[in-house]
């Protein structure tokens, strides 16, 4: 019988377990090399946007990270979740971490992609949104908002900084693997820079080593940010969830096996 294919994952390290188990069900040996890290920032212009939380027309989540530093703080100041207004969300996995803390979602896009969202919420002239997102990330999303006349409060919750791999990160990712994972942009860009600066630490060429692997992206966006890093041979699941990805994993690694 041969050795189930081993699958890196380079989500952070508390967010790897739950993709790593989905990995080992569907019939794979998940390789958790984190690339990221995840920081709070200051909670000051976020607590001035809590204070009048009820005066925005619509908050807007694109994604789970978001969530999770926005309710951490909620609850941190006691806050009541009635004080949302109306709640848009990008992703079945943002829109899952809202919906596990009752929080109604008003509008999601068919396409998980964020201008869908915009294009989506009707007329914005001189409504006051409020859009929590990272520190660094993509600017399409608040300049179609502001586009189209929204009052925007933007609040950066948290910075996506590089990871530190452990001793044993590096000593399975050198027993080689069959397919690399990307989660976001970061991933991509963090990987490649911990990979630069490591290279002592591979057992061979990186070139070599993902040229013998498919690559797959959790979305479009991500894949360009593989492209720009060189990987242009990239494979995206219909869904653009973990478990699209593992869908995808086990239509191109695994059913030819059985």
């Known amino acids: 019988m041969s050795e189930p294919p081993r ?16 990995l080992r069900a569907a019939g794979f040996t998940p390789v958790e090399f984190p690339a ?25 989540f694109t994604s789970g990270n978001a969530v999770d530093f926005f309710l951490r703080r909620m609850d941190g100041l006691n806050l009541a979740l009635e004080n949302l207004s109306q709640v848009a969300a990008v992703g079945s996995a943002t829109a899952r971490r809202l919906a596990e803390r009752g929080i109604t979602i008003d509008y999601m896009p068919d396409e998980f992609v964020g201008t869908e969202l915009v294009l989506g919420l009707g007329d914005l002239m001189g409504k006051k949104v409020l859009l929590p997102r990272a520190k660094i990330g ?3 999303i608040a300049d179609l908002l502001q586009e189209r006349g929204a009052d925007l409060t933007e609040v950066a919750l948290y910075d996506t900084v590089t990871a530190v791999p452990t001793p044993n990160a ?12 990307f989660t976001s942009p970061s991933s991509v860009r963090n990987f490649f820079k911990i990979m630069a600066n490591h290279r002592d630490k591979l057992a061979a060429p990186l070139e070599a080593m993902l040229q013998r692997a498919l690559v797959v992206c959790i979305g479009p966006v991500t894949a360009e940010a593989a492209a ?10 219909d869904e653009y969830t973990i478990d699209g990805m593992v869908q995808q994993l086990t239509a191109a690694l695994l059913v030819e096996q059985r």
């Open 228 to 237: 720009e890093a060189g990987l242009t041979e990239t494979l995206i699941p």
């Open 170 to 181: 590096w000593t399975e990712l050198n027993k080689g693997f069959a397919a690399i994972t």
């Open 138 to 140: 993509r600017p399409e």
């Open 36 to 60: 990221i890290q995840l920081e709070p920032l200051p909670w000051g212009p976020l607590d001035e946007a809590l204070i009048v939380l009820p005066s925005f027309d619509w908050v807007i």
């Open 7 to 22: 699958v890196v994952v380079t989500r952070t390290a508390n967010q790897a377990a739950a993709f790593s188990q989905k």
